[in-house]
């Protein structure tokens, strides 16, 4: 499925640059200069919204849910079984967003399940920064599969569910891995640098110019972007554009 586009993300403060460091949250093809630009993200202050946060994931739980089955009469002796997912999505990394609940199908999940709650996890899949359509399936093929299925939630409201607050937002560093992890099995990042030796185009960079990448990054088709510095032999100090995401899925 073919996305051409995706909310870009402020600088994020593990791809931007700064004065010493190395380069943190890339996909480890790179390393670079690590920016200290959000060095008082982490205030101790209990009442700001990131620290509300960090404790909103204290909340999540795990909830067994129901898978439920319908047979309808068939022309043959036998029946056939249609499998309905208990529950709807929506958001996902197409949107920007995290995987949340839409519709309850099933009145005996009312109460347990609510619209906007955060979907971390079904079974044994991280699902935060997949596409709202490959979580769907997966619901559909789980529930085929199962009677049940085991979903870890995080209430509605507690955490934010901007993806590209949470990658500007190094307090949270492992749910940015699930994400970025996620983001990487269907995106290749774009670069300014020149190839280098073994390196093909479109495989593990997409390498273009600086005006492409300007235009890309004013067009909003960049989640997320830096820049990265090194010194060459000559001892010029050189800065190259760097993509560590597109929008674009192959």
């Known amino acids: 499925m073919a996305l051409d586009r995706m909310l870009e993300c402020p600088r994020s403060p593990s791809t931007s640059v700064a004065s010493s460091g190395r380069e943190t949250g890339s996909s480890g093809k790179e390393h670079g200069v690590a920016s200290t630009s959000a060095d008082g993200l982490n205030g101790s202050d209990e009442n700001s919204p990131r620290k509300r946060g960090v404790c909103g994931l ?76 490959e979580v769907t399936r997966l619901l559909e093929k789980l529930c085929q599969d199962n009677d049940q299925i085991a979903i870890e939630i995080v209430p509605a409201g507690a955490i934010t569910d901007d993806i590209c607050e949470i990658l500007g937002d190094k307090q949270w560093g492992e749910l940015q891995t699930v994400i970025r992890d996620n983001l990487y099995s269907k995106t290749v990042p774009y670069t300014t640098r020149p190839p280098r030796d073994g390196e093909i185009d479109g495989e593990h960079y997409r390498f273009v110019s600086v005006d492409e990448f300007k235009r890309l990054r004013t067009e909003g088709l960049l989640l997320e972007h830096g820049t990265y510095q090194v010194k060459q032999s000559a001892g010029v100090l050189v800065s190259w554009q760097y993509v560590v995401s597109t929008a674009r899925y192959f």
């Open 58 to 133: 204290a909340m999540k739980r795990l909830v067994r849910v129901p898978c439920g089955q319908t047979t309808a009469a068939c022309i043959s002796d036998s029946a056939i079984q249609s499998f309905v997912i208990p529950f709807t999505v929506f958001g996902g990394a197409a949107a920007a967003r995290l995987i949340l609940v839409d519709i309850v199908k099933r009145e005996d999940l009312i109460g347990i399940l609510s619209p906007n709650d955060v979907i971390l996890k079904i079974e044994d899949v991280q699902v935060s920064g997949m596409l709202r359509s």
